[in-house]
């Protein structure tokens, strides 16, 4: 186990919080993404209500656009876009899910298909409406085969092509015609998506908690390692620890990772017990590095103990919804002096 150290940054981050038109009605929002031109939040139906999408740009965050989505009722349990739809995967309680596109112009719905399982872990849908789904196994009693998921390949309601996958999937992302992902075996997996050839990274003795694509076979992860939360690099086979990663962030939990162009930023987080009347909370703490130097930096989060679902943009602005139509705001282009 390596000992990290930090140096400290001259730049104060501009952070602050932003009141914004969210209705807090809908305090369940599962996902916070980019489509290249817009912001998307989806909230999770509530007692047979209706599903909400918000929208909006960089420029406004504090005015969104709201969706009312009539036709999803239930939990979304993935979700993805191209320039003419959004695409959700609507999760049913017969045990059933269907896959809906939203045209963005016309706001309307459309059944793609309807899949008999409500484990649809991933969903990805090329420019044609071709598009790849990951399942697990369901039981009635809710249980998951740990190796029954599968990937599936469909064109509308017709299954192309499938692949047994042996392990469960965690983390999925689709990039540049692959598809990444922790496995159960706490291994680093890809998939080509036009021929299903799968690849394997071992990672030795670090626990994976979240990984970013920095190359085409080249990761950063976010890990655990006697306890400590860990920062990894994989680069051309080998792997490289990070040991100018502050000891006060190896402490705490990590939960996510984000790399762009060298500058890095680590979401982490730790119990207070001064919280909740004495019970204890979590509080939430964001570590950013503006370039592969020794130079760490610990943000402040002016709501740190709701941050969910959030976002980073390049490395340039984080924001998380944080509650009470709230969105916590961490400006990182931006460095006072």
């Not at 817009?38 to 909400?52: A, K, W």
């Not at 306890?227 to 502050?246: A, Q, R, S, V």
Request: aromatic share 14%; with cysteine.
């Amino acid at each position: 186990m390596f000992i990290g150290c930090s140096s400290s940054m001259s730049q104060k981050i501009d952070t602050k919080i932003l009141s914004t038109n969210i209705s807090p009605r809908n305090e369940i929002f599962s996902r916070m993404e980019y489509d290249g031109k817009q912001i998307l939040m989806v909230g999770e139906s509530i007692n047979g209500e209706n599903s909400s999408l918000y929208r909006t740009s960089f420029n406004d965050l504090k005015n969104w656009t709201f969706t009312n989505i009539d036709t999803l009722k239930g939990e979304n349990t993935a979700i993805d876009y191209n320039p003419e739809n959004y695409y959700f995967v609507n999760k049913k309680r017969d045990y059933t899910s269907n896959i809906f596109s939203l045209n963005k112009k016309t706001k309307k719905t459309k059944n793609i298909n309807t899949i008999d399982s409500t484990y649809i872990k991933f969903l990805h849908v090329n420019e044609k409406e071709n598009y790849h789904i990951i399942i697990g196994n369901k039981f009635k009693n809710g249980s998951i085969s740990s190796h029954g998921y599968k990937l599936y390949k469909y064109s509308g309601r017709a299954l192309l092509d499938s692949i047994i996958l042996n392990c469960n999937v965690l983390n999925p992302i689709f990039k540049n015609g692959f598809i990444y992902f922790k496995s159960s075996k706490n291994q680093l997996e890809k998939i080509n998506t036009s021929n299903f050839q799968r690849f394997t990274t071992e990672t030795d003795d670090v626990e994976i908690i979240d990984f970013q694509i920095t190359g085409k076979n080249n990761y950063w992860v976010l890990g655990q390692l006697n306890n400590k939360t860990i920062l990894t690099e994989f680069n051309h086979g080998n792997w490289i620890m990070d040991k100018t990663f502050p000891i006060e962030a190896q402490n705490l939990k990590g939960k996510k990772i984000h790399y762009y162009n060298g500058f890095k930023a680590i979401l982490v987080n730790g119990i207070d017990k001064s919280l909740l009347m004495g019970l204890g909370g979590t509080r939430y703490s964001l570590f950013i590095s503006y370039s592969d130097s020794d130079n760490w930096k610990k943000v402040e989060l002016p709501i740190d103990y709701y941050v969910k679902p959030n976002l980073f943009y390049k490395d340039e602005i984080f924001i998380a919804y944080s509650g009470g139509s709230k969105l916590t705001y961490v400006d990182l282009n931006k460095k006072l002096k």
